[in-house]
């Protein structure tokens, strides 16, 4: 059976070997996690002659060209309506809070984390209503959490089936009992893969940033 991400797979490794693209070039072209796209490519060297290094430069220069002005185009549809969007008041408070808590260091991703349900509940709610990709749920917890009752948990506060919350123990994680700060739900994130999405969102924070 083929795996759904084979014909982005092949793809990357033609882009590698044919255009001689850098991993910052896949990046900009497919719009995957830099992770992914290693893994695929990891094993495939770019020749280093002279003429393919300024041939890749180019191409790597126009992708980079159209990548940038497109997501302008979706900065400048954010910039647009979020005067309207404001109106609802807890539109806003999910901006503020994506701009404390949220992942801001890639400009393909929209992501927020926290243990706080109710903040967790306000994210997801925007941020399903604006994603055109598939959200993610990932669920960090303690040695001695039960997962499957966090799941349940998490499930019930967003209204989703449990079975899509991915899971990953802490990597400090210890036992809970005599802490005194501790994320009794453990920790969950929203995420999904979005360059149309994070690009007006920053154009949202932006705007507020601009009020202060």
Not at 12 to 17: G, V
Not at 162 to 191: C, D, E, F, H, W
Request: with cysteine; aromatic share 10%; glycine share 4%.
């Amino acid at each position: 059976m083929a795996h759904r991400y084979d014909h982005l797979r092949e793809k990357a490794i033609k882009l590698r070997t044919e255009q001689n693209m850098t991993i910052d070039d896949l990046i900009e072209c497919l719009q995957l996690p830099r992770a992914t796209l290693y893994y695929w490519i990891k094993d495939i060297p770019i020749p280093r002659t002279q003429k393919q290094t300024l041939d890749q430069r180019r191409k790597a220069d126009l992708i980079r060209q159209k990548a940038a002005a497109v997501r302008q185009q979706w900065y400048q549809e954010g910039a647009a309506e979020v005067q309207s969007l404001l109106q609802d008041l807890t539109f806003r408070d999910f901006v503020v809070l994506y701009m404390a808590e949220g992942y801001k260091r890639n400009r393909n991703v929209v992501s927020f984390v926290n243990s706080d349900p109710h903040m967790v509940k306000i994210a997801n709610k925007w941020i399903k209503q604006f994603a055109t990709n598939k959200l993610a749920y990932r669920l960090q917890y303690h040695t001695d959490h039960d997962v499957d009752e966090l799941k349940n948990y998490w499930a019930g506060i967003l209204g989703i089936e449990p079975a899509i919350i991915s899971v990953m123990r802490k990597s400090n994680s210890n036992q809970l009992a005599g802490r005194k700060y501790r994320s009794v739900y453990g920790l969950l994130t929203v995420s999904t893969g979005d360059t149309q999405f994070r690009s007006r969102l920053q154009a949202w924070i932006d705007h507020i940033k601009a009020q202060w």
